[in-house]
């Protein structure tokens, strides 16, 4: 059986595609957005700031959870989400390591 389009890439490229695929949506960047202004936030908050629908919002935060950029914690009968700033951190480095200058080495 041949070898599947992913398996020709590294794993580090294949992490980063599976971030930025979680990230390339406007409502997810918006999201991201919204718990960097103001820390966490639960659902029914960002329903109300972007004026989507609460099982869009959702499906949107359950992305951002299965790659890890947010996080949540039950408060009460909510749950609150905050980003994790330590996976932010390590996206970040990996979008800043795509553009590496001539001379450096790429993935």
């Excluded at 795509?98 to 001379?103: P, Y």
């Amino acid at each position: 059986m041949g070898l599947t389009k992913s398996e020709i890439f590294t794993a580090k490229q294949n992490k980063i595609a599976t971030m930025l695929k979680a990230l390339a949506h406007p409502a997810r960047i918006a999201i991201i957005q919204q718990l960097t202004r103001s820390e966490h936030c639960i659902c029914s908050d960002l329903v109300e700031d972007l004026g989507l629908a609460q099982p869009t919002i959702s499906q949107h935060l359950k992305e951002l959870k299965n790659i890890g950029i947010i996080k949540g914690c039950v408060e009460g009968k909510s749950i609150s989400y905050c980003i994790d700033q330590k996976v932010w951190l390590q996206v970040k480095q990996e979008f800043d390591g795509l553009f590496a200058t001539k001379g450096e080495p790429i993935g």
